[in-house]
């Protein structure tokens, strides 16, 4: 059944997840003013999956069960699957600005299940029947998992079997008959916290000495041995202030990370998908990114939808948007945004049918998808700081507009001078400029920098994991022949 959002915002009171930040246990998570707009933006995956002007795009018939599921637990039938896909997630970006966090469940859920196929394939193992009744559950009770892949790392000269500190990768520290236990953490894990559960992957490819580390599996967020440290974000204080609101910049939604750290925590067999195949561990993470940098090519460019539309606003509202490099500015800020949804839609539309059925992106688009989105959204921002103006950083507190203590000679409160001094053009109010170059901040500076900027270079894997699959994928050989042929060079 599909759980409205707030249905969501219910079902994870349910849960006992163990969450810190600031150096304490945070016992009302759900309601923190830090936490909450992450959550509100989950919700949004549940809201807009019961609009009937978005039905198409937020929800898909499932090839296991025939029911209507979300689309964010469905497995991809067709290449009209991938492209929606892409679609719901600009949509998404549009009405939150933010990061909507239940993406790498989906990304997760269709890696593992053409791998654990090929897996059972190989070695007569039930990884894919088991997995198959996992999304059955989650599709059934309309979930959001948390995909964790990224380990810490460690030495990154060092493989997981050879850093000195063995948890610096999650490992398998013991096997029982029922299960396995595991051990390590996994960093800035998204949605994290208002995840249901996770689904844990392997971060690298591994060699037999690595096996202990190729592990994947499902498991409650709230299991027993496992909490998360939140994750800090620049401006994160500013929602703890009384009455905030207009300095927040967005001040509903807002993308969430975390630490979470398993500590020796206990996975029963049917949760299990992989167990010591170190060979599939590759497969799985190049699936799982390839997926994920697809997803990039969507949720960002709904995001810098937004922020175009606030640069245009911010023009209007400073009387500066007749200015013709203004109008070009918002052509090349658009130019960039729309080549990152060529792209999305492009590794979507030539994709094809994995061995277990459901659709693979096409990898080498995906990868220069992502590739694209390392570099074009720092510079939609750039474009946005300059028409926006000095002042998006420079301008006094919403306290300030607000207050009502005399400073000038003839009586004249803080508020009313800033009012008057902050005034731009008659078609706006001094207010809604501030909130427009506040919005602007917040996603250049702010807290929703996390997710539009650095996520957008970090996030679904940093450049270089995107340009050694292009290395691998560009088939130079081939390009080396077409130019001998017409170069009329014969050996
Ligand atoms: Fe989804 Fe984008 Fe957030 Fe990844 S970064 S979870 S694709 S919204
Ligand atoms: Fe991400």
Redesign the pocket.
């Known amino acids: 059944m599909l759980m409205t959002g707030a249905q969501y915002i219910e079902s994870l009171r349910k849960l006992k997840t163990r969450v810190y930040m600031f150096g304490e246990q945070v016992e009302n998570w759900v309601d923190h003013p830090i936490i909450r707009p992450s959550i509100n933006c989950v919700a949004m995956t549940y809201e807009l999956a019961g609009d009937p002007e978005y039905v198409d795009l937020m929800t898909a018939k499932s090839n296991l069960t025939g029911e209507t599921v979300n689309r964010f637990s469905h497995l991809h039938q067709s290449t009209d699957d991938l492209r929606k896909k892409v679609k719901m997630?600009r949509l998404?970006?549009q009405k939150t600005a933010s990061?909507?966090?239940?993406?790498?469940g989906m990304d997760a859920f269709n890696a593992i299940y053409s791998t654990t196929f090929e897996t059972d394939k190989k070695y007569g193992t039930e990884y894919h029947k088991r997995f198959v009744e996992y999304l059955k559950f989650v599709q059934k009770n309309d979930l959001t998992i948390d995909g964790a892949m990224t380990d810490p790392k460690g030495d990154r000269s060092k493989s997981p079997s050879a850093q000195e500190d063995p948890d610096m990768f999650l490992r398998i520290v013991e096997k029982r008959a029922d299960g396995i236990v595991v051990r390590g953490a996994k960093t800035h894990q998204?949605?994290s916290i208002n995840s249901h559960e996770h689904l844990v992957m392997p971060t690298i490819s591994m060699t037999e000495a690595d096996k202990s580390y190729a592990v994947c599996f499902a498991v409650p967020s709230d299991a027993d041995g496992i909490f998360m440290i939140y994750g800090r974000q620049s401006c994160d204080t500013r929602k703890m202030e009384e009455g905030a609101d207009v300095d927040l910049g967005n001040k509903q939604f807002g993308?969430q990370e975390a630490l979470v750290v398993f500590d020796d925590v206990f996975i029963p067999n049917d949760r299990i998908f992989l167990c010591e195949e170190w060979d599939f561990a590759g497969m799985l993470v190049e699936r799982f990114a390839g997926y994920?940098r697809q997803?990039?090519g969507?949720?960002?460019v709904g995001v810098g939808d937004v922020i175009i539309g606030a640069a245009a606003l911010a023009a209007d509202y400073n009387g500066a948007n007749k200015a013709s490099h203004i109008k070009d500015k918002l052509i090349e800020m658009t130019h960039l945004n729309e080549t990152l949804y060529c792209c999305g839609i492009a590794c979507s539309a030539e994709g094809y049918p994995t061995e277990a059925g459901n659709y693979s992106i096409d990898m080498l688009l995906a990868n220069v998808c992502k590739q694209n989105v390392t570099r074009f959204p720092y510079e939609i921002v750039r474009l946005a700081e300059d028409i926006a103006g000095g002042l998006m950083v420079t301008m006094p507190s919403e306290k300030d507009f607000k207050s009502k203590v005399k400073v000038g000679k003839n009586g004249e409160t803080i508020g009313e001078v800033c009012n008057k001094y902050f005034k731009g053009s008659p078609i706006a109010t001094t207010e809604e400029r501030m909130r427009v170059l506040r919005f602007i901040e917040n996603v250049a500076l702010g807290t929703a920098a996390v997710?539009y900027r650095t996520?957008s270079m970090h996030?679904?894997g940093s450049p270089q994991a995107q340009r050694i699959m292009i290395a691998r994928q560009g088939n130079i050989e081939a390009k080396k022949e077409l130019a001998k042929n017409i170069a009329g060079i014969k050996k």
């Not at 990061?99 to 790498?104: A, E, G, K, N």
């Open positions: 997630q998404l970006g990061c909507f966090q239940r993406c790498v998204t949605g993308g994920h997803s990039y969507g949720c960002k997710g996520e996030g679904a």
